[in-house]
């Protein structure tokens, strides 16, 4: 039987742990939001210091009972759209959306422009110290 001592240290942690924020309502969305020091790492998988203060940031915000909209506001006000892994389609984030295929098609225009250029006709053949000259042959 629990000795009424050690019954007042498990009531406070009991009321610890559910003061903390759910963890998987922190998790998703520490998930939707980007590291803005590791910028290719949520801030779920990051270890940086930031992502750490950002997710206890996360973590008193939930506790003081904001919405998850409140929350990514909040982070968009401070850190701008590119914190969002899902910016919004806008004007201003157009370079967010369009930028990666852009990149992808110049380049790929560009491997097809090189490829074609270093290929040689199928029908012609170039004189080298392999090929004897026109003169050689007619001696």
Same mark, same amino acid.
């Given at each position: 039987?629990?000795?009424?001592?050690?019954?007042?240290?498990? +009531?406070?942690?009991?009321?610890?742990?559910?003061?903390?924020?759910?963890?998987? *309502? +922190?998790?998703?969305?520490?998930? #939707?939001?980007?590291?803005?020091?590791? !910028?290719?790492?949520?801030?779920?998988?990051? $270890?940086? %210091?930031?992502?750490?203060?950002?997710?206890?940031?996360?973590?008193? !915000?939930?506790?003081? /009972?904001?919405?998850?909209?409140?929350?990514?506001?909040?982070?968009?006000?401070?850190? /701008? %759209?590119?914190?969002?892994?899902?910016?919004?389609? *806008?004007?201003?984030?157009?370079?967010?959306?369009? @930028?990666?295929?852009?990149?992808? =098609?110049? @380049?790929? @225009?560009?491997?097809?422009?090189?490829?074609?250029?270093?290929?040689?006709?199928? /029908?012609? !053949? =170039?004189? @080298?110290?392999?090929?004897?000259?026109? =003169? #050689?042959? $007619? #001696?």
């Amino acid at each position: 039987m629990m000795k009424p001592h050690h019954v007042l240290p498990a +009531l406070v942690l009991l009321a610890d742990l559910a003061a903390a924020a759910p963890p998987d *309502r +922190l998790h998703a969305l520490a998930s #939707e939001l980007r590291c803005p020091v590791c !910028q290719n790492q949520t801030l779920a998988d990051s $270890n940086a %210091d930031l992502a750490r203060d950002l997710k206890e940031e996360i973590r008193k !915000q939930i506790a003081q /009972g904001r919405s998850d909209a409140d929350i990514r506001d909040f982070m968009v006000r401070r850190y /701008g %759209d590119f914190v969002l892994y899902q910016p919004p389609l *806008r004007a201003d984030t157009t370079v967010l959306w369009v @930028g990666p295929f852009a990149l992808l =098609t110049m @380049g790929a @225009g560009w491997l097809a422009w090189y490829m074609t250029r270093r290929r040689e006709p199928a /029908g012609r !053949q =170039t004189l @080298g110290p392999a090929n004897p000259t026109v =003169t #050689e042959v $007619n #001696e």
